[in-house]
């Protein structure tokens, strides 16, 4: 262990606190996967490995640590350091606008802008949520917007769909936590592949989209994720070709596709001149979450201008 002593002299949280902090600062580890500083993430890590909520920081701040506690902390500071493993798979939680979810070096830690948009229930493009009869998340990862589309649309059924079977397992862990197993349900499926004879009101997908200069720079911690959920062709674009490609022959009549795409706006407005996407407002702007009816999927449907083969 990097801290032997360190664990025998530091005694309460407010010590442990204020020593993973300075660790953190001095260690040039990446913030972005629930955090972007380092004292949220040691808030986070410390409170969180103790089994306290962290909203009480200020009633714990001066509590005695045990023995026992003192070396698991000084472990988990290791591993965040030396490996740069994400504090959400040293801990296995995540959080998204207030849910938490369970999440392992299985599947990618959550985080989305689409997860902010279903707080308000994708308003004022749905009028009335209780409407929503089924919805479906292409790329589910840990099924975590499938959780927030079951939570935003109470009347829905949900399928929540990854190529990776222990993605669908994740996914299962966090349906069963919340208690949705008899909403949602987890299709291992290549995108649309083994979604015959399905039709859905709504289809959202955060899918990969970093594009290959960006996959060959990418921070450590991103690397201890699984690349498959990352990583989608040299534009980035890959998996949303087939989405804008197949999308509509899933939706019902006026049914809505939301799907994210990062920082690749511009690149899909290049291969997609004719299309009429609308952008979606979030907090950091509106560049990065698209929608489309399917009357336009199927009005201004076309390859793209430059296509890229699928990954």
Same mark, same amino acid.
């Given at each position: 262990?990097?801290?032997?002593?360190?664990?025998?002299?530091?005694?309460?949280?407010?010590?442990?606190?204020?020593?993973?902090?300075?660790?953190?600062?001095?260690?040039?580890?990446?913030?972005?996967?629930?955090?972007?500083?380092?004292?949220?993430?040691?808030?986070?890590?410390?409170?969180?490995?103790?089994?306290?909520?962290?909203?009480?920081?200020?009633?714990?701040?001066?509590?005695?640590?045990?023995?026992?506690?003192?070396?698991?902390?000084?472990?988990?500071?290791?591993?965040?350091?030396?490996?740069?493993?994400?504090?959400?798979?040293?801990?296995?939680?995540?959080?998204?606008?207030?849910?938490?979810?369970?999440?392992?070096?299985?599947?990618?830690?959550?985080?989305?802008?689409?997860? !902010?948009?279903?707080? *308000?229930?994708? #308003?004022?493009?749905?009028? +009335? =949520?209780? &409407?929503?009869?089924?919805?479906?998340?292409?790329?589910?990862?840990?099924?975590?917007?499938?959780?927030?589309?079951?939570?935003?649309?109470?009347?829905?059924?949900?399928?929540?769909?990854?190529?990776?079977?222990?993605?669908?397992?994740?996914?299962?862990?966090?349906?069963?936590?919340?208690?949705?197993?008899?909403?949602?349900?987890?299709?291992?499926?290549?995108?649309?592949?083994?979604?015959?004879?399905?039709?859905?009101?709504?289809?959202?997908?955060?899918?990969?989209?970093?594009?290959?200069?960006?996959?060959?720079?990418?921070?450590?911690?991103?690397?201890?994720?699984?690349?498959?959920?990352?990583?989608?062709?040299?534009?980035?674009?890959?998996?949303?070709?087939?989405?804008?490609?197949?999308?509509?022959?899933?939706?019902?009549?006026?049914?809505?596709?939301?799907? !994210?795409?990062?920082? *690749?706006?511009? #690149?899909?407005?290049?291969? +997609? =001149?004719? &299309?009429?996407?609308?952008?979606?407002?979030?907090?950091?702007?509106?560049?990065?979450?698209?929608?489309?009816?399917?009357?336009?999927?199927?009005?201004?449907?076309?390859?793209?201008?430059?296509?890229?083969?699928?990954?």
């Amino acid at each position: 262990m990097m801290y032997p002593r360190i664990a025998e002299e530091l005694l309460t949280i407010r010590d442990w606190l204020r020593f993973t902090v300075s660790r953190f600062e001095d260690s040039g580890i990446f913030f972005g996967h629930g955090t972007d500083n380092a004292y949220d993430e040691a808030v986070w890590l410390v409170m969180s490995a103790l089994h306290l909520p962290l909203d009480t920081l200020d009633n714990f701040i001066d509590a005695r640590i045990t023995e026992p506690e003192r070396k698991h902390l000084a472990h988990l500071v290791e591993r965040r350091i030396t490996e740069h493993t994400p504090t959400a798979y040293l801990l296995r939680e995540a959080w998204l606008r207030g849910f938490k979810f369970y999440v392992d070096e299985r599947v990618i830690v959550p985080r989305s802008f689409i997860a !902010e948009l279903l707080e *308000n229930g994708l #308003a004022p493009w749905v009028d +009335y =949520p209780e &409407m929503i009869e089924s919805a479906a998340d292409i790329c589910t990862g840990s099924g975590c917007l499938g959780v927030l589309l079951a939570h935003a649309f109470p009347n829905a059924r949900v399928d929540v769909i990854d190529i990776s079977p222990d993605a669908i397992a994740v996914a299962n862990i966090n349906i069963a936590n919340y208690a949705l197993g008899d909403r949602v349900t987890a299709i291992r499926s290549d995108m649309f592949s083994a979604l015959a004879g399905r039709r859905y009101d709504l289809i959202i997908s955060n899918p990969p989209y970093v594009d290959a200069p960006s996959m060959a720079q990418l921070p450590r911690e991103y690397r201890n994720e699984p690349q498959i959920a990352l990583g989608s062709g040299d534009a980035g674009l890959d998996h949303t070709h087939v989405i804008l490609r197949e999308a509509a022959n899933y939706l019902n009549d006026d049914g809505l596709l939301v799907v !994210e795409i990062g920082h *690749n706006r511009d #690149a899909l407005l290049d291969a +997609y =001149p004719q &299309m009429p996407f609308t952008w979606l407002e979030v907090e950091s702007g509106d560049e990065f979450v698209f929608l489309l009816t399917k009357e336009q999927l199927e009005k201004f449907s076309q390859p793209p201008v430059q296509a890229s083969g699928r990954g």
